[in-house]
């Protein structure tokens, strides 16, 4: 069974930086690095949307209100996505979830638990 863990969330100041890991668990290196990563988040009240996303190829994509301050990364050796974030504003205040697309016969969709991020004004 794949599981993804989250970690990295905390309070920080607006104009702050923060990164969140993602490891990945149950899964070989060879399938991971295949599969399709993201990070979501959900704010409170508000429905999930997507922030950012790197393909297998390390295509990555990004939400128009995180662009220039927020980077996807992968570590395929290590089976980590990261999410670098800088500039942050209170807007970003959510909790975040990993999410893997694993093509193994079909597309398996899996979440991560979740991670809080605030953001003081």
């Known amino acids: 069974q794949v599981q993804l863990v989250e970690s990295g969330g905390d309070l920080v100041q607006a104009g702050g930086s923060l990164r969140l890991s993602c490891a990945a668990s149950g899964i070989s290196r060879s399938i991971f690095s295949i599969s399709a990563l993201g990070w979501y988040r959900q704010a409170p009240g508000k429905q999930r949307e997507l922030v950012a996303q790197i393909t297998s190829f390390g295509t990555t994509d990004y939400t128009d209100s995180v662009k220039g301050r927020f980077t996807i990364t992968r570590d395929n050796a290590k089976n980590t996505v990261n999410l670098q974030r800088k500039s942050l504003k209170p807007g970003d205040k959510a909790d975040y979830y990993c999410?893997?697309?694993?093509?193994?016969?079909?597309?398996?969709?899996?979440w991560g638990q979740g991670t809080q991020v605030t953001v003081s004004s």
């Open positions: 999410n893997a697309r694993v093509p193994t016969g079909e597309i398996r969709v899996y």
